[in-house]
């Protein structure tokens, strides 16, 4: 990537003749001007590193990336950054990435020449080398939730295996000895964790057959077929953790159209705490991620670092709590 040093040198001018063209200031003669202009088109220079390097202003905009926000698990993280953003006059410019990592690098190639202060992504399809090519330009980023495991920028998502583990101990302890696991998809950390906590306590059960476990797109229409194919295999699962409460959802649909009663014949446990949970029926019982904490403690570590700018590495593993609702309530004895 070449340096406003580098336009100055090719075209044998100071840098801040540079800036003065770049940032159309009259005060630069026109044969200077065209000398600048040719040599940055010649390195390909972009002028969005001029605008930070040399100006150093701050355009009070951040970046947030999320894969979807139909789903409600984001928009509540959404929230989460926007309050802090706006309490210190900064702009949120919000992207749906859909997991698709051309999607998400042409938002991030863009919205750098638009001069954002820093992003927030929750991404599975970032690398290690997008993160360092941001760190280099000295644009700050925040991965949130499904982020890679990184050493290059902060992380901050909940503790999702723990989590995991707190849903199928909560269904054992309600009597449960088949139970089933809806997964979400494994490229995402944060299904593979869930997925390694539900393992980690039920392979030691009598009921537990890996065939238990059932694939799901963390949406609500995979969750209700996921029960399709489980129940063809094990008619007689008594538990159902679900990697996310849409899927859950899903399950719970599925069940009332096969006329099983949840939660008398299958008790079942999503994961997240989206609100949707408090209006089911009946109301499902969920792993609560604290999703606004995670947005709010992301924008927080990202504005500090664009004030300070002193980069971060940290991995934050919140915690989740366990809400028990009717959905995996026990029988009056
Ligand atoms: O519901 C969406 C899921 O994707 C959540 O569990 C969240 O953790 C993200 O990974």
């Given at each position: 990537?070449?340096?406003?040093?580098?336009?100055?040198?090719l075209?044998?001018?100071s840098v801040?003749?540079?800036?003065?063209v770049?940032?159309?200031?009259?005060?630069?003669?026109?044969?200077?001007?065209?000398?600048?202009?040719?040599?940055?088109?010649?390195?390909?220079y972009?002028?969005n590193?001029?605008?930070?390097?040399?100006?150093?202003?701050?355009?009070?905009?951040?970046?947030?990336?999320?894969?979807d926000?139909?789903?409600?698990?984001?928009?509540a993280l959404?929230?989460?950054?926007?309050d802090?953003?706006?309490?210190?006059?900064?702009?949120?410019?919000?992207?749906n990435?859909?997991?698709?990592g051309?999607?998400?690098?042409?938002?991030?190639k863009?919205?750098?020449k638009?001069?954002?202060d820093?992003?927030?992504?929750?991404?599975?399809?970032?690398?290690?080398?997008?993160?360092?090519s941001?760190?280099?330009e000295?644009?700050?980023?925040?991965l949130?939730?499904?982020?890679?495991?990184?050493?290059?920028?902060?992380?901050?998502r909940?503790?999702?295996?723990?989590?995991?583990?707190?849903?199928?101990?909560?269904?054992?302890?309600?009597?449960?000895q088949?139970?089933?696991?809806?997964y979400?998809?494994q490229e995402?950390i944060t299904?593979?964790?869930?997925?390694?906590?539900?393992e980690?306590?039920?392979?030691g059960?009598?009921?537990?057959?890996?065939?238990?476990?059932?694939?799901?797109h963390?949406?609500?229409?995979?969750?209700?077929?996921?029960?399709?194919?489980l129940?063809?295999?094990?008619?007689?699962?008594?538990?159902i953790?679900?990697?996310?409460d849409?899927?859950?959802?899903?399950?719970?649909k599925a069940?009332r159209e096969?006329?099983?009663?949840?939660?008398?014949?299958?008790?079942?446990?999503?994961?997240?705490g989206?609100?949707?949970?408090?209006?089911t029926?009946?109301?499902?019982?969920?792993?609560?991620?604290?999703?606004?904490?995670?947005?709010?403690?992301?924008?927080?570590?990202?504005?500090?670092?664009?004030?300070?700018?002193?980069s971060?590495?940290s991995l934050?593993?919140l915690?989740?709590?366990?809400?028990?609702?009717?959905?995996?309530?026990?029988?009056?004895?």
């Amino acid at each position: 990537m070449a340096t406003i040093r580098d336009v100055a040198r090719l075209a044998g001018v100071s840098v801040a003749t540079v800036s003065r063209v770049i940032n159309q200031k009259d005060s630069v003669n026109p044969e200077t001007a065209g000398q600048v202009l040719k040599a940055v088109e010649q390195l390909q220079y972009e002028p969005n590193a001029v605008a930070r390097g040399l100006a150093g202003k701050k355009m009070g905009i951040i970046a947030l990336i999320l894969p979807d926000i139909l789903n409600p698990f984001f928009p509540a993280l959404a929230r989460g950054v926007e309050d802090v953003a706006h309490k210190k006059g900064l702009t949120v410019i919000l992207g749906n990435s859909d997991d698709l990592g051309l999607k998400e690098s042409s938002y991030i190639k863009v919205l750098k020449k638009k001069y954002v202060d820093g992003f927030i992504i929750a991404s599975n399809t970032i690398r290690e080398e997008d993160v360092e090519s941001l760190r280099k330009e000295g644009i700050p980023i925040v991965l949130l939730d499904r982020g890679l495991n990184t050493t290059a920028c902060p992380v901050i998502r909940s503790n999702n295996r723990e989590g995991a583990k707190l849903a199928a101990h909560h269904l054992l302890g309600q009597g449960c000895q088949r139970i089933a696991h809806i997964y979400g998809p494994q490229e995402f950390i944060t299904a593979r964790e869930r997925l390694l906590g539900y393992e980690e306590v039920v392979q030691g059960s009598k009921g537990y057959s890996p065939s238990l476990m059932e694939p799901g797109h963390f949406d609500i229409d995979s969750g209700r077929k996921a029960v399709e194919q489980l129940f063809a295999r094990h008619p007689n699962i008594d538990g159902i953790f679900a990697g996310n409460d849409l899927m859950a959802i899903g399950a719970l649909k599925a069940l009332r159209e096969r006329g099983i009663q949840v939660p008398e014949q299958v008790k079942v446990c999503g994961f997240d705490g989206i609100g949707l949970t408090e209006i089911t029926e009946p109301e499902l019982t969920t792993v609560a991620q604290p999703i606004y904490e995670m947005g709010r403690l992301a924008a927080q570590i990202l504005l500090d670092e664009i004030e300070s700018g002193i980069s971060g590495n940290s991995l934050i593993e919140l915690d989740v709590t366990l809400i028990p609702r009717k959905s995996t309530m026990k029988e009056e004895s």
